[in-house]
């Protein structure tokens, strides 16, 4: 199953904004285990999403140490980012109930 | 900010992405040895899943900055090497827009100096010259606009009352000599009113300009130098202010000099001295020079000129500015050319469009693979358009090179011999000014630019709808029904249509130009211009009689010299002298008017005083009765000569020689000879009714006559020798305005010459790019077309049907062109009515020639893809791809 266009924004914002802090790795790991493994993110996806978002000044990157003492990129969603969330959020609420409804309608 | 920021300093970028991918590798690893794998198990493992990196990051970087900027570096490094690896192509295009580029360069860099930047003086538009429209009724023949002379008892006058000029000045050209020195040395002078130089604002460059007390008499005894004549007689020094120069006999001294590119009123001015409003010089005039008022408008001061001089100066009077009266007889003819090289330039962005769309058809498949591996077609315009820009700018720099070369040309085109004494000006004034400036430099930057645009448009406008992947799937020259070369490249079939259009435009407008010329140098001007050289000699004792037959006797016994004379003034200069003429017997004839193309009627014909042998000096024909003798002396008889027109007339009677008639003074005199006309104003300047007198039975006015010596050899090796002997003669004696009478003739028709060689050179520019053009196209059309011809060949087509049809492919378009192009110079010729001489912008022998010419080069250029048609192979085409 591929993601539908635009909203792999809010479903990173919305993992940082409850998971707390996350790298790129731990994202995908959490993303791919929420769906339960029917889709798969590749990072050719992740990388430059995230690369937009932080652009967009909606989340933050720091360098830290994981448990293991490995170093990795944690992201951090910022307060732009929490505002644009809940817009997002909204506005898909608004999309998905506007295609149910079709699509009960027409059924 | 950020993507800014990644712009400038992409290593940084690139290093956190480095960075970044390497914590994720590890981090994968981790987690596949967790669960079980081995440490090399996993490292493995993880290059496997996470795929290529370098993906990846490529993504990550399209994201990260701006990514057009960094295309458009990219676009002009991949269309450099795209130039370079056709050089055929680019070297075609660039030698094209080069010529386009440049020829607007030089024309342009005339239009800047001449036409649009201000003269050398301070609110230089201000400055008004006072024009008089002689009627043709009153006095003259002929309708006459000049510049008014004010008589200088009335500028005091004047200068009160009128109220819209803030000042006037007058000044008169004249000459003096400079003695004291080793060799005395002839200079031009201005005379002007001294408040003239500062009304005219331009600071000095060592010293002072006049003082408005310097016009008393008595105080006037100072003089300013012009930056050329400081540097030739003076050395240069700056500390020569308060030096004292012996001027006719005069002492003045130095106060000034003005800097270099001052040139009032004209470039052969080499020093000023005050216009002293003396007796004898209140008797003179002046050509006033005036500022307007501040505000007051030119036609309000106009009407207050024409009311204040309505006594003094009859015509009615304008007042025109500086730089229009200078610029004014060459105006029509620079816009003439600017328009020409205008075109040249859009036959050569025509031609490098073509070629372009051309090559980006070539280029389909190209552009096919770069669609199918994900490039945008927006992409793809922009690389296309990256290649034209960088053309237009190669082009644009290889055209300011010609340029400079373009403007050394003109510059040696239009040098000219301004003599003021023979009225002759320059041929194009301000040349010296004329160069490569920043502005010009601005105007073929901007110019480049545009081309650019103009011939880049074509291939994305031609090429839009074929910008698809489908080109993959086409075969070159797939056959379509019925051979048209260009059902399918109509626009280059338009293309082609147009320039060949304009070309023959450009081609009638030069042809018109040079034949004019060729008939005006090949005009006879009735004397022999070879071997002669003429020249002045200034001497306090050249009024006596005794001295210029003193000198020409001396010049007779020269080795190699054959006739020897003087005459008061030289064939082809505008300065007229006439006297009343009728026969002595009978009753006075009825007035004549003057002959078709004449100025002057038979009863009043232009009067030349020579000596016996200047006739023969300057090799005009006695074609009836007899020249003057040794017998034609003061005191004899009176006789004088008439010319073919003035005997043609029939004023004089059908057999003129012999016949008595009243001329200068109250007796009689004897008409004994027809001398065959000799053009006495200009080569184009029809000849008038003429009378010549021997000087020993009418002593000229002009006391510095213009000698002429007939003699083998280069007639001006001979300078040294004559000065020797007038040395010998009086060594006061000083020798100024040499010419030969072949530079005298030359120079008459500078302007002309100039003209036609610049037009010439422009239409022939046109027909080669033109010639390219039509060769260019067919070339591609056969090579996109060979397929088909094989298959034609193959089913029993001659050489000469494939010959045929290619040929008769571009003999219509051909025609259509020439046709096309003779309608527009039907339309656009008449602007160079005036700058013809001797036949009319329809001159049918020039249309006929010009169209079969343009027809001849353009079958030549057919002729040659034609023929490598014909030589396709069968086999060979039907195997290809």
Same mark, same amino acid.
């Given at each position: 199953?591929?993601?539908?266009?635009?909203?792999?924004?809010?479903? !990173?914002?919305?993992?940082?904004?409850?998971?707390?802090?996350?790298?790129?790795?731990?994202?995908?790991?959490?993303?791919?285990? !929420?769906?339960?493994?029917?889709?798969?993110?590749?990072?050719?996806?992740?990388?430059?999403?995230? !690369?937009?978002?932080?652009?967009?000044?909606?989340?933050?990157?720091?360098?830290?140490?994981?448990?293991?003492?490995?170093?990795?990129?944690?992201?951090?969603?910022?307060?732009?980012?929490?505002?644009?969330?809940?817009?997002?959020?909204?506005?898909?609420?608004?999309?998905?109930?506007? !295609?149910?409804?079709?699509?009960?309608?027409?059924? | 900010?950020?993507?800014? $920021?990644?712009?400038?300093?992409?290593?940084?970028?690139?290093?956190?992405?480095?960075?970044?991918?390497?914590?994720?590798?590890?981090?994968?690893?981790?987690?596949?040895?967790?669960?079980?794998?081995?440490?090399?198990? +996993?490292?493995?493992?993880?290059?496997?899943?996470?795929?290529?990196?370098?993906? %990846?990051?490529?993504?990550?970087?399209?994201?990260?900055?701006?990514?057009?900027?960094?295309?458009?570096?990219?676009?002009?490094?991949?269309?450099?090497?795209?130039?370079?690896?056709?050089?055929?192509?680019?070297?075609?295009?660039?030698?094209?827009?080069?010529?386009?580029?440049?020829?607007?360069?030089?024309?342009?860099?005339?239009?800047?100096?001449?036409?649009?930047?201000?003269?050398?003086?301070?609110?230089?538009?201000?400055?008004?010259?006072?024009?008089? #429209?002689?009627?043709? %009724?009153?006095?003259?023949?002929?309708?006459?606009?000049?510049?008014?002379?004010?008589?200088?008892?009335?500028?005091?006058?004047?200068?009160?009352?009128?109220?819209?000029?803030?000042?006037?000045?007058?000044?008169?050209?004249?000459?003096?000599?400079?003695?004291?020195?080793?060799?005395?040395?002839?200079?031009?002078?201005?005379?002007?009113?001294?408040?003239?130089?500062?009304?005219?604002?331009?600071?000095?460059?060592?010293?002072?300009?006049?003082?408005?007390?310097?016009?008393?008499?008595?105080?006037?005894?100072?003089?300013?130098?012009?930056?050329?004549?400081?540097?030739?007689?003076?050395?240069?020094?700056?500390?020569?202010?308060?030096?004292? =120069?012996?001027?006719?006999?005069?002492?003045?001294?130095?106060?000034?000099?003005?800097?270099?590119?001052?040139?009032?009123?004209?470039?052969?001015?080499?020093?000023?001295?005050?216009?002293?409003?003396?007796?004898?010089?209140?008797?003179?005039?002046?050509?006033?020079?005036?500022?307007?008022?501040?505000?007051?408008?030119?036609?309000?001061?106009?009407?207050?000129?024409?009311? *204040?001089?309505?006594?003094?100066?009859?015509?009615?009077?304008?007042?025109?500015?500086?730089?229009?009266?200078?610029?004014?007889?060459?105006?029509?003819?620079?816009?003439?050319?600017?328009?020409?090289?205008?075109?040249?330039?859009?036959?050569?962005?025509?031609?490098?469009?073509?070629?372009?769309?051309?090559?980006?058809?070539?280029?389909?498949?190209? *552009?096919?693979?770069?669609?199918?591996?994900?490039?945008?077609?927006?992409?793809?315009?922009?690389?296309? $358009?990256?290649?034209?820009?960088?053309?237009?700018?190669?082009?644009?720099?290889?055209?300011?090179?010609?340029?400079?070369?373009?403007?050394?040309?003109?510059?040696?085109?239009?040098?000219?011999?301004?003599?003021?004494?023979?009225?002759?000006?320059?041929?194009?004034?301000?040349?010296?000014? *004329?160069? *490569?400036?920043?502005?010009?430099?601005?105007?073929?930057?901007?110019?480049?630019?545009?081309?650019?645009?103009?011939?880049?448009?074509?291939?994305?406008?031609?090429?839009?709808?074929?910008?698809?992947?489908?080109?993959?799937?086409?075969?070159?020259?797939?056959?379509?029904?019925?051979?048209?070369?260009?059902?399918?490249?109509?626009?280059?079939?338009?293309?082609?249509?147009?320039?060949?259009?304009?070309?023959?435009?450009?081609? @009638?407008?030069?042809?018109? /130009?040079?034949?004019?010329?060729?008939?005006?140098?090949?005009?006879?001007?009735?004397?022999?211009?070879?071997? @002669?050289?003429?020249?002045?000699?200034?001497?306090?004792?050249?009024?006596?009689?005794?001295?210029?037959?003193?000198?020409?006797?001396?010049?007779?016994? /020269?080795?190699?010299?054959? +006739?020897?004379?003087?005459?008061?003034?030289?064939?082809?200069?505008?300065?007229?002298?006439?006297?009343?003429?009728?026969? +002595?017997?009978?009753?006075?004839?009825?007035?004549?008017?003057?002959?078709?193309?004449?100025?002057?009627?038979?009863?009043?014909?232009?009067?030349?005083?020579?000596?016996?042998?200047?006739?023969?000096?300057?090799?005009?024909?006695?074609?009836?009765?007899?020249?003057?003798?040794?017998?034609?002396?003061?005191?004899?008889?009176?006789?004088?000569?008439?010319?073919?027109?003035?005997?043609?007339?029939?004023? /004089?009677?059908? #057999?003129?020689?012999?016949?008595?008639?009243?001329?200068?003074?109250?007796?009689?005199?004897?008409?004994?000879?027809?001398?065959?006309?000799?053009?006495?104003?200009?080569?184009?300047?029809?000849?008038?009714?003429?009378? $010549?007198?021997?000087?020993?039975?009418?002593?000229?006015?002009?006391?510095?006559?213009?000698?002429?010596?007939?003699?083998?050899?280069?007639?001006?090796?001979?300078?040294?020798?004559?000065?020797?002997?007038?040395?010998?003669?009086?060594?006061?004696?000083?020798?100024?305005?040499?010419?030969?009478?072949?530079?005298?003739?030359?120079?008459?028709?500078?302007?002309?010459?100039?003209?036609?060689?610049?037009?010439?050179?422009?239409?022939?520019?046109?027909?080669?790019?033109?010639?390219?053009?039509?060769?260019?196209? /067919?070339?591609?059309?056969?090579?996109?077309?060979?397929?088909?011809?094989?298959?034609?060949?193959?089913?029993?087509?001659?050489?000469?049907?494939?010959?045929?049809? =290619?040929?008769?492919?571009?003999?219509?378009?051909?025609?259509?062109?020439?046709?096309?192009?003779?309608?527009?110079?039907?339309?656009?010729?008449?602007?160079?009515?005036?700058?013809?001489?001797?036949?009319?912008?329809?001159?049918?022998?020039?249309?006929?020639?010009?169209?079969?010419?343009?027809?001849?080069?353009?079958?030549?250029?057919?002729? @040659?893809?034609?023929?490598?048609?014909?030589?396709?192979?069968?086999?060979?085409?039907?195997?290809?791809?």
């Amino acid at each position: 199953m591929e993601l539908l266009q635009g909203t792999l924004d809010l479903i !990173v914002l919305r993992a940082l904004s409850t998971m707390g802090p996350q790298h790129a790795y731990g994202l995908a790991a959490r993303l791919e285990q !929420v769906a339960e493994h029917r889709f798969t993110l590749n990072q050719g996806t992740l990388y430059p999403a995230l !690369v937009r978002l932080e652009q967009k000044g909606w989340i933050k990157g720091d360098w830290q140490t994981t448990e293991n003492n490995r170093e990795a990129k944690y992201y951090t969603i910022t307060k732009t980012g929490t505002r644009a969330l809940d817009r997002q959020t909204a506005r898909w609420r608004r999309l998905a109930g506007l !295609v149910d409804k079709l699509l009960l309608n027409e059924s | 900010m950020r993507r800014l $920021f990644n712009l400038v300093q992409p290593g940084r970028a690139e290093r956190e992405l480095a960075r970044e991918m390497a914590s994720h590798l590890a981090l994968l690893e981790d987690d596949y040895q967790r669960r079980g794998m081995t440490a090399d198990e +996993a490292r493995f493992a993880a290059r496997r899943a996470i795929g290529g990196i370098e993906q %990846a990051k490529e993504q990550q970087r399209d994201a990260r900055s701006f990514r057009w900027l960094e295309d458009a570096w990219r676009d002009a490094q991949h269309a450099w090497r795209m130039l370079r690896r056709s050089p055929g192509f680019t070297a075609v295009a660039v030698v094209t827009l080069a010529l386009g580029i440049g020829a607007n360069a030089a024309i342009f860099s005339i239009v800047n100096a001449v036409l649009l930047r201000p003269l050398p003086y301070a609110d230089a538009d201000r400055l008004v010259r006072i024009i008089e #429209n002689v009627p043709a %009724a009153s006095g003259s023949t002929v309708p006459t606009r000049r510049v008014i002379g004010l008589p200088l008892s009335d500028l005091t006058a004047f200068r009160s009352r009128v109220k819209t000029l803030s000042h006037v000045g007058v000044y008169v050209g004249s000459t003096v000599m400079l003695t004291g020195r080793a060799e005395t040395i002839r200079l031009e002078a201005t005379r002007v009113s001294p408040a003239l130089l500062s009304m005219l604002g331009t600071p000095p460059l060592v010293g002072r300009t006049f003082e408005p007390e310097e016009e008393a008499p008595g105080r006037d005894a100072v003089v300013v130098l012009s930056y050329a004549s400081w540097q030739r007689h003076f050395g240069g020094a700056r500390d020569l202010l308060g030096q004292s =120069v012996t001027l006719d006999g005069r002492t003045y001294s130095i106060v000034g000099v003005m800097p270099r590119g001052f040139e009032f009123p004209d470039p052969q001015t080499q020093l000023w001295i005050p216009y002293a409003l003396t007796p004898a010089a209140l008797r003179s005039r002046g050509l006033p020079i005036a500022r307007l008022a501040d505000g007051v408008s030119l036609q309000t001061a106009a009407a207050e000129v024409n009311v *204040i001089l309505r006594r003094s100066a009859p015509s009615p009077l304008e007042l025109e500015s500086v730089q229009e009266q200078l610029v004014a007889p060459v105006r029509a003819a620079l816009i003439v050319l600017t328009v020409a090289v205008g075109v040249v330039l859009l036959i050569a962005c025509v031609n490098v469009a073509n070629l372009v769309l051309a090559r980006t058809a070539a280029r389909r498949r190209e *552009i096919a693979v770069r669609l199918a591996l994900g490039a945008g077609r927006g992409r793809i315009v922009r690389q296309l $358009f990256a290649e034209n820009a960088l053309l237009a700018l190669v082009g644009g720099v290889a055209g300011i090179a010609l340029a400079f070369g373009g403007v050394r040309l003109l510059k040696i085109l239009g040098a000219s011999l301004p003599r003021r004494d023979l009225m002759l000006g320059v041929s194009i004034p301000r040349l010296d000014e *004329i160069g *490569i400036d920043a502005t010009v430099l601005a105007f073929t930057f901007g110019m480049s630019v545009l081309t650019g645009i103009v011939f880049g448009l074509a291939p994305a406008l031609g090429h839009w709808r074929s910008l698809s992947i489908t080109a993959l799937r086409e075969s070159a020259g797939s056959p379509v029904s019925g051979f048209n070369l260009f059902r399918r490249h109509r626009l280059q079939g338009l293309l082609i249509v147009s320039e060949i259009a304009m070309a023959m435009m450009l081609f @009638v407008a030069g042809g018109l /130009l040079m034949h004019s010329f060729v008939t005006l140098s090949s005009v006879d001007p009735g004397f022999d211009r070879s071997s @002669v050289l003429t020249f002045q000699v200034f001497s306090p004792r050249a009024r006596t009689p005794r001295f210029e037959d003193d000198v020409v006797a001396r010049l007779q016994s /020269l080795p190699g010299v054959r +006739a020897a004379g003087y005459a008061e003034m030289l064939p082809l200069v505008r300065f007229r002298s006439g006297v009343g003429l009728r026969p +002595a017997a009978g009753l006075p004839p009825s007035q004549l008017p003057p002959a078709p193309g004449t100025r002057l009627p038979p009863q009043s014909p232009d009067t030349r005083i020579v000596s016996r042998d200047f006739l023969s000096a300057m090799g005009m024909r006695v074609i009836g009765g007899r020249g003057f003798g040794e017998n034609d002396r003061a005191g004899q008889p009176t006789v004088l000569l008439i010319n073919r027109t003035l005997a043609r007339s029939g004023y /004089l009677g059908q #057999n003129p020689i012999g016949t008595m008639v009243y001329a200068a003074g109250s007796t009689p005199w004897q008409v004994i000879g027809i001398v065959d006309d000799v053009r006495q104003y200009g080569l184009d300047q029809e000849p008038d009714p003429q009378i $010549f007198i021997d000087v020993r039975q009418l002593p000229s006015g002009n006391p510095n006559v213009y000698y002429a010596i007939r003699a083998g050899g280069d007639p001006m090796a001979r300078v040294a020798t004559i000065r020797g002997i007038l040395r010998q003669i009086d060594p006061s004696a000083t020798i100024d305005n040499v010419a030969t009478m072949e530079q005298l003739v030359s120079n008459s028709i500078s302007r002309p010459r100039l003209y036609a060689v610049l037009l010439g050179i422009f239409a022939g520019v046109a027909v080669t790019l033109a010639a390219v053009g039509i060769y260019g196209v /067919l070339a591609y059309a056969v090579t996109q077309r060979t397929r088909e011809i094989g298959i034609r060949m193959a089913l029993g087509a001659e050489r000469s049907n494939v010959m045929g049809l =290619v040929m008769g492919q571009s003999a219509s378009l051909v025609a259509l062109g020439i046709a096309l192009g003779l309608a527009g110079a039907a339309a656009v010729t008449r602007y160079l009515d005036t700058m013809l001489f001797g036949l009319t912008p329809r001159d049918p022998a020039t249309l006929i020639t010009v169209s079969l010419t343009l027809a001849a080069v353009a079958t030549l250029a057919s002729y @040659v893809p034609a023929r490598r048609a014909t030589k396709v192979d069968p086999l060979v085409a039907l195997r290809q791809d």
